[in-house]
T-cell receptor, first 113, second 116 residues
Framework: GESVGLHLPTLSVQEGDNSIINCAYS??????FIWYKQESGKGPQFIID?????DKRQGQRVTVLLNKTVKHLSLQIAATQPGDSAVYFC????????????FGSGTQLTVLP | KAGVTQTPRYLIKTRGQQVTLSCSPI?????VSWYQQTPGQGLQFLFE???????NKGNFPGRFSGRQFSNSRSEMNVSTLELGDSALYLC???????????????FGQGTRLTVV
């Protein structure tokens, strides 16, 4: 099957700066995307989602951008904090495939003091 | 509202044994999916259950099986364990609306299985 991949395996940012985590997906039929945060020893935590009929969605300190033309997804975190340090995964879903999520390989975000 | 609960949190088994993992979804959620997470393969979909029926299955051998009960709780079973089955097994629950519209999946803490 097709997969979702992340551009960078690691990302380091200064505390207070904005972070941008990128993701490329290959299944043009995917119509739902989710970003998850996973801290060590824990399960993935839902951050934000976006459907394919939107190109931007904002949450608290986070924004997800979807560019269907180039099949690209990004997660922007404003004013990054030490608690944001974690592995971030993007996941895609095609509504015709029930609840099967295809995950990217993950990006390790490290927030520097 | 309680989150997704997985038991046990940690498990050590010997090669050749079998293991059963349990997942209780968020109250009201009827869809339960299972994923395997390893450093080498990342997060991979195992199967998904809805209303006690398996709706979708990932690319895993038949040693991996599951079921769902009428209260939406789910179990997965791995028989004849191999060293490569060592992984974090994650369960996710979703609220499925009319027409099976896609909704967010919430994960449990996972069960860390070590096969020795």
């Amino acid at each position: 099957g097709e997969s979702v991949g992340l551009h960078l395996p690691t990302l380091s940012v200064q505390e207070g700066d904005n972070s941008i985590i990128n993701c490329a997906y290959s299944n043009s039929a995917s119509d739902y995307f989710i970003w998850y945060k996973q801290e060590s020893g824990k399960g993935p935590q839902f951050i934000i989602d976006i459907r394919s009929n939107m190109d931007k969605r904002q949450g608290q300190r986070v924004t997800v951008l979807l560019n269907k033309t180039v099949k690209h997804l990004s997660l922007q975190i404003a004013a990054t904090q030490p608690g944001d340090s974690a592995v971030y995964f993007c996941a895609e879903n095609y509504s015709g495939s029930a609840r099967q999520l295809t995950f990217g390989s993950g990006t390790q975000l490290t927030v520097l003091p | 509202k309680a989150g997704v609960t997985q038991t046990p949190r940690y498990l050590i088994k010997t090669r050749g044994q079998q293991v059963t993992l349990s997942c209780s979804p968020i109250s009201g959620h009827r869809s339960v999916s299972w994923y395997q997470q390893t450093p080498g393969q990342g997060l991979q979909f195992l199967f998904e259950y809805f209303s006690e029926t398996q709706r979708n299955k990932g690319n895993f051998p038949g040693r991996f099986s599951g079921r769902q009960f009428s209260n939406s709780r789910s179990e997965m079973n791995v028989s004849t364990l191999e060293l490569g089955d060592s992984a974090l097994y994650l369960c996710a629950s979703s609220l499925v609306g009319t027409g099976y519209s896609t909704t967010e999946a919430f994960f449990g803490q996972g069960t860390r299985l070590t096969v020795v």
